[in-house]
Every structure is written in structure tokens, then in C-alpha cells.
């Protein structure tokens, strides 16, 4: 049997900066994946998804010359030129990363799935080997909900959309989390009708109500239909014509259908009880505040351990496994949950929602400001959306912060620093930042902070 330093168990985000630090010791690696290099952010995820965000913006500000003095004409969208440009950014990437492991000497990339035969052994392409350190980044895969005749109809999941060489005449969307949101609003903005099915009382049912509110305005204002308090009962048809029976009685019709309704762990592909992993009941691998199963030199890394969705945690669940390796203590619980939302304008979000604080017991106080009373926002013609901070009254510490408006993906990390370094708010608020910007009035934002009525 072949033995190695180090195995990582997939090709998601986390081992690339796995990889930055194991080449240079001149350990022994293998890596192991039975797809394509890189996962889903590269191949599926955010790589192409933002690709093609960046296209529809384009198209969108286009269409709406007349708002800042020009005209273009009638805009037309070459969907084939779109797909190209994304497969071009996505590929290279994925590429890329391929070349980087089979250019070092020391990895050795194993094409096939691999399973564990013991806790620190794994089988894969036709191979058995064994490692002193294992990281499993296996990630998650997309979840289909229990729709009656969704076996028998050609569903799309975002690999599959993706996929299609053609626009969706009208793409019907099961599900109005992160995923469906930001796919309806590029593919409307490409021109098909869109319809998004969301099974609870708003969009984005993570976020507080009148962020969620407002971004479902943003959406309907550009078009796309929204059901809310609608679930799915069944479904019938084929890629053209979609039957979709609500369980309210009410029948939708659409050209083809993408089910956006969250993903599974990959923890049941790995044989993960041979390994000897615990795992809880939606089937994540638990681990500890480093990142370490239950079984010695084992870690789980990115979406399978649940301890995060995004490709940022799992790129710090690599630096915390590196660092205690090397005798740190960065830890999970160190950081502050922090993502975006990529529609346009782009949510960013740190910290707690406001239900959340509230929930926690704290003392609440809340500031918000319109993005159409920033005098930046106003200029770029880009005013929909707000800000909105909340801070503990006894502290003086940042408690979370929403930012929906333009660059609030960009803006949402300086919050980020503010509460991991906790910066208190009187001290936040002497800072001077560059004008004209959205970002300069952030500071200027908490002269608006008020209670909140519990």
C-alpha cells in the first residue's frame, strides 16, 4: 500500500490553500477527485454564476441609457457569447489549479471517487493508499425536495442550467434562497420570464424581513414573479413545457424548471463509517473547533463538516487546520458569519440580523439609511436598497450590519474588520473616509441609532 504525508479527499476551495502551504515543506500529497478539479465554486458556483452576473449587469445598464444621456438601441443578447466568456473564466480556473498540482513534485492528483477502507486508509482510482493526514473536502451537492413526478421530468440544478446552450423561454424556480434569487434576476435580465416558488413567507428566509422585502422589490420591479407561502405539490411535462401544481390548487406552466431548494453533504459517498465519523442527522461530519473528526489525523474541511456554505469558510478551515498543525489556535468559533448575495444591487451581510440580537437577549440599538439619501448612490443612478447597523448598547461593539446597495459586497468587509478587531462605534465614527463614496457615509450612519422596541 502507497503511503503519503498528507491525502485531501476533493478539490474544492479549502485545498488550494491547503496545498499553498503542504508543497513548500516537501511532504508527500495526494490528491484525490472524482470530478472536475476545483468543485462547485469553480465549476458551478461562484466562478461562472458571477461570470454571468457580470453580464446581465452589463446588459441591464445598457438598456437603461437614457438614465445617464446616451442610447444604445435595441439591446440583443448573445447568450452564446455569454456561455463562452463564462466557460473561458471558469475553465481556466479549473485548469489551472489542475496544472499547478500535477507541475509538483510532490502531489500526486488521483482521478476517481474515494472511499475510506479504514480510518486512515482510502481506495480510489483502482488504488489503495494511506496517509498520516487526511482532509476531507468533499463538499455538497444540490437537493431535490419529494415533488411528486420530479423523477420523471428533466429538472436542472445549477451544473445543469448552466449546461444549456439555449435561454429558458420561462424558467420556473423552485426555491428563493441565495441560489434562485441570484439566477432569476441574470436570466430575466437575459430576457426569459422567471418565476420563483419559495415555500415560506419571504425570499431569503435567513435574512430579516425588510432586507428580504426589499430585495424581492428589487426583483419584481425588474419583472420576475414571486409566489411566496407556495410549495410544489407536483409537477409534470418535458423541456419546453412544464406543468408545476402548487399545493394552493394553483397550476404555473413554464419551458424549464431549476430546483434551488439547498444541498446535501457528500459524507455518503465517502464511506465515512469505515473512517469511523460522526456525523449528524443531515449527514455533515462533525469536527471541532479545528476542524478535527473524531478520528486522530483526520479533518473535514469546507461544506461537509456544516460549519459553513461559503467558499470563504472553506478557505479558513484551511488556515485553521494549518495553523494548528503549526501549534496556532485559530479557531471556528473566532470568526464572524460574513456573506454576499450577488444580485444588483449585491446584499452584504456580517454578524447578526436584528431577530437574531434580539433572540440573544441583547440591547439592541439600530441605525438605517436609504441608499437614495447617499449622495454616491444617487450619482451612479443606483439608489434602491439601504444600510442598516445594529450595535449593543452595552458594549458599544457592532453587533451585525446589512448593507443592500451598491458595492455592499465590498462594503460589508470593512464591518468585518471593525467587529473581529471590536472597534467600538464611537471609535468607528471619528474615522475619515474617502469622498464621494457609498462607504464614506457608513460612519455617519450611527448618528441615526435608536432602540429597538422589543
Not at 411528486?148 to 445549477?158: E, Q
Amino acid at each position: 500500500m502507497e503511503s503519503f504525508d498528507h491525502i485531501i479527499l476533493g478539490t474544492g476551495q479549502a485545498t488550494g490553500t491547503l496545498l499553498g502551504r503542504l508543497i513548500p515543506s516537501g511532504d508527500t500529497i495526494a490528491v484525490i477527485e472524482g470530478n472536475k478539479v476545483g468543485g462547485s465554486c469553480v465549476n458551478y458556483g461562484c466562478t461562472p454564476t458571477k461570470t454571468m452576473v457580470a453580464s446581465a449587469r452589463a446588459i441591464h445598464m445598457a438598456r437603461r441609457g437614457d438614465v445617464y444621456g446616451f442610447t444604445t438601441g435595441s439591446v440583443s443578447v448573445d447568450y452564446g457569447r455569454v456561455r463562452e466568456r463564462m466557460n473561458e473564466i471558469r475553465n481556466g480556473a479549473s485548469n489551472g489549479l489542475e496544472q499547478w498540482m500535477e507541475g509538483s513534485e510532490n502531489v500526486e492528483l488521483i482521478k476517481g471517487w474515494g472511499q475510506f477502507t479504514g480510518p486512515k486508509t482510502i481506495k480510489a482510482g483502482g488504488r489503495q493508499i494511506k496517509g498520516d493526514h487526511i482532509y476531507i473536502n468533499t463538499g455538497t451537492r444540490p437537493f431535490a425536495p419529494p415533488i411528486d413526478g420530479l423523477d420523471s421530468v428533466p429538472w436542472m440544478d445549477s451544473e445543469r442550467l448552466l449546461a444549456m446552450e439555449e435561454l429558458p423561454e420561462h424558467l420556473l424556480i423552485i426555491g428563493g434562497g441565495y441560489i434562485g434569487v441570484e439566477f432569476s434576476q441574470v436570466y430575466r435580465r437575459f430576457g426569459c420570464d422567471v418565476t420563483i416558488i419559495q415555500r415560506g413567507d419571504q425570499l431569503m428566509p435567513s435574512e430579516d424581513r425588510d432586507v428580504a422585502e426589499s430585495i424581492r422589490e428589487i426583483l419584481e420591479d425588474e419583472g420576475v414573479t414571486v409566489h411566496c407561502n407556495s410549495e410544489a405539490s407536483s409537477v409534470s411535462g418535458k423541456d419546453g413545457n412544464i406543468e408545476l401544481k402548487l399545493s394552493s390548487g394553483d397550476t404555473l406552466n413554464g419551458s424549464h424548471l431549476l430546483i434551488a431548494a439547498g444541498r446535501r453533504p457528500n459524507s455518503d459517498k465517502i464511506n465515512a463509517e469505515a473512517a469511523q465519523l460522526e456525523m449528524d442527522q443531515r449527514g455533515y461530519i462533525q469536527v471541532d473547533d479545528y476542524c478535527r473528526t473524531g478520528t486522530e489525523g483526520v479533518f473535514a474541511v469546507g461544506d461537509v463538516n456544516g460549519e459553513g456554505a461559503f467558499t470563504h469558510t472553506s478557505v479558513n478551515d484551511a488556515e485553521i487546520v494549518l495553523d494548528v498543525l503549526n501549534g496556532g489556535d485559530r479557531a471556528i468559533s473566532q470568526r464572524n458569519v460574513i456573506y454576499g448575495l450577488f444580485t444588483d444591487p449585491p446584499l452584504g451581510r456580517v454578524g447578526m440580523t436584528e431577530k437574531e440580537a434580539l433572540e440573544y437577549g441583547y440591547n439592541v440599538l439600530k441605525a438605517t439609511r436609504q441608499m437614495s439619501k447617499i449622495s454616491r448612490a444617487k450619482e451612479m443612478g443606483e439608489t434602491k436598497g439601504f444600510a442598516k447597523l445594529l450595535v449593543d448598547a452595552d458594549t458599544d461593539l457592532v453587533l451585525g450590519a446589512s448593507v443592500l446597495g451598491p458595492g455592499g459586497d465590498e462594503i460589508i468587509n470593512m464591518f468585518a474588520a471593525i467587529m473581529h478587531s471590536q472597534i467600538p462605534c464611537r471609535e468607528y465614527r471619528k474615522v475619515v473616509l474617502v469622498h464621494p463614496t457609498v462607504s464614506e457615509l457608513m460612519p455617519w450612519v450611527l448618528d441615526g441609532l435608536k432602540p429597538v422596541e422589543t
